[in-house]
């Protein structure tokens, strides 16, 4: 951790958060969740398989899947009416039956991506991480596990709560050869979410066996992470709509189970996940369904559009109405595969809300009016050091941006399609969301946000860069073809200022042709600035917005 201590001062630790354990009971809103879910899980769950059927994307020919499965017996066995006692067991002995057991390859203790997949690391089926083995699939399925086991292991035959301790341990003994740089694994303590599941499986399963060593290794990853989240009571995976969503999942079992004891994590997690929701209600815009920018890691432009494990929190607190829109059916979003999540957040929302204040869930429930949020967030080692948030937020317009410094172009995942660090979002006419997001080519950018205008430089450009912007389609009704800033439909944008030309060149990225590719399923119209041929100025351009 050497890179940290240039950059943050340790913080002392509150051991806050002692908190009872007691059994789910689910609110009307959680209990939305929960049974929505689970109508499209029992439709697509195949009895004789004891799995799900493959919906996951891309949607596939016939498999069954591993990871969605086992949050299914999670909710089968929260809901414990006529089979699914005996469904629940089934799967959980088939998922851990398929679990690695060879303690010499690198994917030991991980759990199949799908059931029918070829033995991983034979000749026709080379060991691919994140591909033909994930694993993130340790931390999802060991977190599911511990849920399944504390909440409902009574009703388990012994055996199977046997199954289940064998298969956390060698899970836990398994995630612990993954080094961030080494054999392709990028597991750092900046990798929030991936970093929150194994430091809670193994913190949990130490103490469980009494292993102290499972327990001295959670414990250090434990203080890791809070090295890094103490620099500013923020996520170095910050505002991701998706993973933050999973980094609170990991935090809440943290709490909930090992609150008690004197876990690092346990004592921990609940003064964590507030500070978390501290910020993440700041930055949530109740009108528009969405939390305002900047992401990382997200898997879409607009939350109303696509399934983010953060809406389902939200659902779950406030209710589905204040996450998604009425018209529009899970099933027909993208990413409507992390619905299958939902049973667990249902599981775990009563006491997550407890942890949460008053004001917190009101700017859930309703925008409280103008503000501007400004924060820091540094995942090493992509950062080479913490980026400056600044996000402006008023009833129907948003805008916020990072500015950053960062060793590689599209930040710690090193992917552009999913790294947002600049983002504009406008309620339209129809009560759709329009969005106008700089699509990332630099390693570093400084940008400046002020009520209503958006500044954006490159320090590092040069000549031949340029700034792409991601536009939402208009929606049905208004204009079909985007030919200048005066064709968006519910925003005035005017560039007013900037070294580029202020003619941008337009494209269209559309599901069914165009000029470039969709992403993340979002067809978009690309507006991309350039430099006059030769300058030798820094690039740079300034717009102002109206509604
Ligand atoms: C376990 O994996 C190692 C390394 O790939 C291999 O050499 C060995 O044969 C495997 N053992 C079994 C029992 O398959
Ligand atoms: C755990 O790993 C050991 C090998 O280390 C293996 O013998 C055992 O079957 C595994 N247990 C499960 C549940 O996979
Ligand atoms: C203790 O845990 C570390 C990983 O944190 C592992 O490398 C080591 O082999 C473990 N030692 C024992 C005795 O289990
Ligand atoms: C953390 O944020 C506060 C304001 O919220 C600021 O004063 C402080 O300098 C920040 N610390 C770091 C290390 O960025
Ligand atoms: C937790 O308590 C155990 C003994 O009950 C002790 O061995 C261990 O060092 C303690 N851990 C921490 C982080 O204080
Ligand atoms: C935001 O939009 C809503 C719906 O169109 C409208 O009723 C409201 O007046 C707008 N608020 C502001 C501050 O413009
Ligand atoms: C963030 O702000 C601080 C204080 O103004 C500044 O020193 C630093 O260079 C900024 N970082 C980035 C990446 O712009
Ligand atoms: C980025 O960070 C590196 C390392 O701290 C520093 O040398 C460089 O000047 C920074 N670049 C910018 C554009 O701030
Ligand atoms: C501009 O920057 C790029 C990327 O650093 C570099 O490859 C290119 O040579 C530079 N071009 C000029 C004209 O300086
Ligand atoms: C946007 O369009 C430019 C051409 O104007 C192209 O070079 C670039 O690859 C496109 N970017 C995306 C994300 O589609
Ligand atoms: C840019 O510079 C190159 C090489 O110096 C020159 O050939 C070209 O004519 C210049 N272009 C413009 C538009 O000035």
């Known amino acids: 951790m050497r890179f940290l201590l240039s950059w943050c001062q340790t913080v002392s630790l509150g051991l806050l958060g002692v908190s009872a354990v007691h059994a789910a009971s689910l609110s009307t809103d959680a209990q939305a969740l929960f049974d929505q879910s689970m109508t499209i899980q029992d439709a697509i769950y195949d009895p004789v398989a004891s799995y799900l059927h493959y919906f996951y994307y891309p949607l596939a020919a016939g498999p069954h899947e591993t990871r969605s499965s086992v949050w299914h017996s999670a909710g089968l066995l929260q809901r414990n009416q006529g089979n699914d006692l005996q469904?629940?067991?089934?799967?959980?002995?088939?998922?851990?039956?398929?679990?690695?057991?060879?303690?010499?390859?690198?994917?030991?203790?991980?759990?199949?991506?799908?059931p029918e997949q070829p033995t991983v690391g034979s000749p026709a089926y080379p060991p691919v991480i994140y591909n033909s083995w994930d694993p993130n699939w340790r931390g999802f399925i060991g977190t599911a596990l511990i849920v399944i086991y504390e909440e409902?292991?009574?009703?388990?035959?012994?055996?199977?709560?046997?199954?289940?301790?064998?298969?956390?341990y060698n899970n836990t003994v398994g995630d612990t050869y993954r080094v961030g740089g080494v054999d392709g694994d990028n597991l750092y303590p900046a990798y929030s979410n991936a970093w929150l599941m194994r430091t809670v499986v193994g913190?949990?399963?130490?103490?469980?066996?009494q292993d102290a060593n499972m327990t001295t290794t959670g414990d250090t990853s434990a203080r890791e992470f809070l090295a890094l989240f103490d620099c500013n009571g923020t996520l170095s995976e910050f505002n991701g709509p998706t993973y933050a969503?999973?980094?609170?999942?990991?935090?809440?079992?943290?709490?909930?189970?090992?609150?008690?004891?004197?876990?690092?994590?346990?004592?921990?997690?609940?003064?964590?996940?507030?500070?978390?929701?501290?910020?993440?209600?700041?930055?949530?815009?109740?009108n528009l369904r969405n939390f305002a920018g900047p992401?990382?890691?997200?898997?879409?432009?607009?939350?109303?559009?696509?399934?983010?494990?953060?809406?389902?929190?939200v659902w779950s607190l406030t209710g589905k109405t204040t996450a998604f829109e009425e018209t529009s059916p899970i099933w027909t979003m993208t990413h409507a595969d992390d619905f299958e999540i939902s049973p667990l957040v249902a599981i775990l929302s009563e006491f997550h809300k407890t942890l949460?204040?008053?004001?917190?869930?009101?700017?859930?429930?309703?925008?409280?009016?103008?503000?501007t949020y400004s924060g820091h967030a540094y995942a090493?080692?992509?950062?080479?050091?913490?980026?400056?948030?600044?996000?402006?937020?008023?009833?129907?317009?948003?805008?916020?941006?990072?500015?950053?410094?960062?060793?590689?172009?599209?930040?710690?995942?090193?992917?552009?399609?999913?790294?947002s660090p600049s983002v504009v979002q406008w309620l339209r006419p129809d009560g759709s969301i329009g969005y106008f997001n700089l699509y990332p080519t630099e390693t570093a950018l400084q940008a400046t946000v002020a009520p209503y205008e958006l500044s954006l430089t490159y320090p590092l450009g040069n000549s031949t860069s340029s700034f792409t912007f991601v536009l939402a389609s208009n929606p049905l009704g208004a204009k079909r073809d985007i030919n200048?800033?005066?064709d968006v439909d519910g925003l005035q944008i005017e560039v007013v200022g900037g070294t580029v030309d202020p003619v941008p060149k337009i494209s269209f990225c559309g599901l069914a042709g165009g000029a470039c590719d969709i992403v993340h399923d979002f067809e978009f119209w690309n507006l991309t600035f350039t430099m006059p041929a030769n300058s030798s100025d820094i690039p740079s351009i300034q717009f102002k917005f109206a509604l």
């Open 87 to 114: 469904e629940a067991v089934k799967i959980l002995e088939k998922v851990i039956g398929d679990q690695e057991k060879n303690m010499s390859v690198q994917w030991y203790g991980d759990y199949t991506v799908y």
């Open 203 to 209: 913190s949990w399963t130490g103490r469980k066996f």
């Open 152 to 168: 409902y292991g009574d009703l388990l035959p012994d055996t199977v709560q046997n199954l289940i301790l064998e298969s956390l």
């Open 245 to 286: 969503g999973v980094s609170l999942y990991a935090l809440t079992i943290a709490a909930k189970y090992l609150g008690t004891t004197n876990s690092t994590i346990g004592q921990n997690a609940a003064r964590v996940i507030r500070e978390i929701w501290d910020y993440e209600s700041l930055l949530w815009n109740a």
């Open 295 to 313: 992401w990382d890691r997200s898997y879409g432009y607009d939350m109303n559009k696509y399934v983010a494990i953060m809406s389902l929190w």
């Open 380 to 419: 090493p080692p992509a950062d080479l050091e913490p980026r400056n948030i600044t996000t402006w937020l008023s009833a129907n317009l948003t805008i916020g941006t990072d500015s950053f410094n960062q060793s590689v172009v599209g930040g710690y995942s090193e992917d552009s399609t999913s790294f």
């Open 356 to 371: 949460l204040s008053d004001s917190v869930l009101s700017r859930l429930t309703s925008f409280p009016g103008e503000h």
């Open 484 to 486: 200048g800033f005066d």
